[in-house]
Every structure is written in C-alpha cells, then in structure tokens.
C-alpha cells in the first residue's frame, strides 16, 4: 500500500505535506498562520536573513514555537509527529520560489511576507535553448545544501522539506503569463520547458532526500503544487502537465496533489490515473463524494480558507465541518494564512469542533 501523507504547516511556513502519522482522527485541523502574523506577535523579521541563515531561522523558529503553545497550549499547531527536540528548520527556506531560483529567477524579499519570485520572462530563443539545471553545479542550490549541512551539524539530523512547486508553477515563473498562449500557438516549445522543470525538480529532491537520509531522516515523496491549474481547461492538463505528473510519481515512492481551495472537480478523473497518490487536497466547492470515491485510500485534505474561518460565524463553519466530514471524510481541514485580525478563538473554536465531529463520526463508522 502507498504511503500517505498529510498536510503540515510548520511555524511560518507555507502549507506542505509529511508522512502521515498514526490513529489520525477523522476531522485533522492543520492551522497555520501567515509571516506577518508572526511579525505582529514577535517582531520576527521575514527578509532575506530568514532564509539564508539558519541560526538566525532557529532563534525565530523556537520563539514561534513558544508564542503557538503560549496561545494555544496543548494543541499540535507547527508540530511534526517524532521530531523530537530537533525544530524544523528547513520547511519554508525560499518560500515556493527555489526551483525558479536554480533557473536565475530573483527573489524578492519582504520583511513580514513570505518571497516571492521577481517578475520573469523567457525569451522565444531562451525557452528553445533552455536545458535542465544540473543541482550538483548550481549556485543556488549549492547554498541550500550549505544550509543543510548546518543543519545537521547543529541538530544531528535534517528533518523537514523544501517547496518544490509543481510542472505548471513553475514554469510560469520561467514564462510568465505566456505560458497560456505558448499552449496553444508553440506547445513544442512549452514541452520542453516543461520537460526540463521537470527534470530539476526531480533531481534536486533526488539530492536534498539523499543529504536527509545520511543525517537519518528517510523521505521518499514528492507534492505537485497545482495552484494555477484551474487556469488551464482539463485537457490542457491533461496534455501538458499530466504526462509530468506521472513521470513525478514513478520516480517516488508516493506523490501528494495540491490544489489550493479551487474547485478540482474537472480534474478528478485525470488526478486519479496518477500511480501512487498518497495525499490530494481541493476547495468546499468540489464535488468532495467523487473525490472520496476515486480516492478511498489516499489521505484527502479540505483547503477551508482563511477569510471564510475569519468572516463566517461559527454556527456556519460548523456546517461547512459537518458537510465536509460526511462527504470527505475522514480528512485533514487545513486553515492556513491566517492573519493576525483573526481572533484566537475562533481558531481554539475551529479545533474543538473537529474534535467533537471526529469522535461523532467515529462512533457511526
């Protein structure tokens, strides 16, 4: 049986995904919260320091980690199951912009925001000539693998992932919007941009999962983050980008799909002829009974967004939970971003009403 994984947001992270753990319940609420959240609360400074220097990203790692249990005592927020005393001091280096990044794409920095890829544009020419970047030469790699290194000399082991973005992201950092039309006009052109996207991404886990294990810390999967697919019609995905998605999922052990909170209902049937999916993730607005159908034995995750848990009562919130888990279920309800004008109660509210529709729905399976 493959793995399956589930969603995991570590203290000022992005959302990503980890192995799963044991006796999940039926509702899993994984929170997280925006950097600028942490800034307000701690006055942690989320620039380029933040990212390129580990101890400086371990003294503000800890003190989240002390304000999370401060405000939230007891509960699992930003933890990961067996880490033990060593913190996470990987998941969130470089945002979602490193694979863009191998490529030259710069990275813009913001005190209290997480980076973001500078505006970038491939050239005609420079999309033909492009080649897949080679991590062991790169630069910028290479100054993650650094960071590694200190790592595990600091921790003893390297435990944590890196945001490899999916095909379609990034190659849209690599073309910008071009990309849309390039489908339609040159797609010899987008597959071999695709093609060596792909080949990078591929490569580089290859290189960081390997550098993880001789710390010993064994990870074999790979997340696709298909935040933009909703831009193309399924059968652009379904020529353009599935073919990599296979190819992701043969070359690991287990592929998670991510989908943000859109509506992935036009691209079920296709998700669900990729080998070895272990996690997929979509909005309320799918149709979630397919979803469950096609995927009985993958870990399913409800993207519940940030402004619905900060502007909805929570009589309608639990309605929402409730539709989910009877349709969905058992899943993860994954809140992230969360910004700083959401009281916390609603996020101790939001918990404990998982807690109750987990042992409900528990005791009726």
């Known amino acids: 049986m493959k793995q399956q994984l589930i969603s995991y947001i570590a203290p000022g992270a992005p959302a990503t995904r980890r192995p799963d753990s044991k006796n ?13 959240w942490y800034h307000q609360a701690l006055g942690i400074d989320f620039g380029e320091k933040w990212h390129a220097d580990p101890a ?11 304000e999370i249990e401060r405000r939230f005592p007891g509960s699992n927020i930003g933890k990961m199951d067996d880490q033990g005393d060593s913190p996470d001091l990987l998941t969130g280096v ?20 997480w980076p973001t890829s500078e505006h970038f544009q491939l050239s005609d020419e420079g999309m033909s ?33 890196v945001n490899w973005q999916g095909v379609l992201n990034n190659a849209q950092r690599l073309r910008g919007q071009q990309l849309f ?31 993880q294990r001789e710390s010993g810390v064994s990870y074999s999967f790979f997340t696709v983050s298909n935040c933009l697919v909703n831009m193309i019609q399924p059968d652009l995905y379904k020529e353009f980008i599935l073919p990599f998605d296979f190819r992701i999922a043969n070359e690991f052990d287990t592929i998670g799909i991510h989908n943000c909170a859109w509506d992935a ?11 070895k999916v272990g996690y997929i993730d979509m909005g309320i607005d799918s149709d979630l009974n397919k979803a469950r159908t096609l995927f009985p034995l993958t870990r399913r995750s409800l993207m519940y967004t940030p402004m619905d848990l900060a502007n909805k009562p929570m009589d309608v919130i639990g309605k929402d939970l409730e ?3 009877e349709n969905y279920g058992p899943c993860d309800i994954v809140v992230a971003d969360i910004e700083a004008g959401t009281t916390d109660s609603k996020v101790i509210d939001l918990i404990e009403l998982c807690n109750q529709l987990s042992k409900k729905f528990k005791e009726d399976v």
């Open 265 to 275: 209902s036009p691209y079920l049937d296709d998700y669900a002829s990729v080998p």
């Open 24 to 36: 999940l319940p039926y509702l899993r609420p994984e929170i997280g919260f925006t950097p600028k």
């Open 129 to 161: 000539q492009l080649k897949p970047v080679n991590p062991a030469t790169n630069q910028f790699f290479l100054s993650l693998m650094d960071q590694v290194e200190w790592i595990k000399e600091s921790e003893g082991k390297v435990v944590g992932f």
């Open 94 to 113: 470089f945002g979602a912009c490193t694979i863009a990044s191998m490529f030259g794409v710069p990275i813009r920095y913001d005190k209290e925001q």
């Open 181 to 211: 039309l390039d489908m339609l006009m040159d797609p010899d052109l987008v597959m071999n941009l695709l093609e060596c996207v792909t080949t990078t991404m591929i490569d580089a886990a290859k290189m960081l999962q390997e550098r």
């Open 56 to 66: 400086y990203r371990k003294q503000t790692v800890l003190a989240m980690r002390q």
């Open 323 to 325: 539709f989910i888990a």
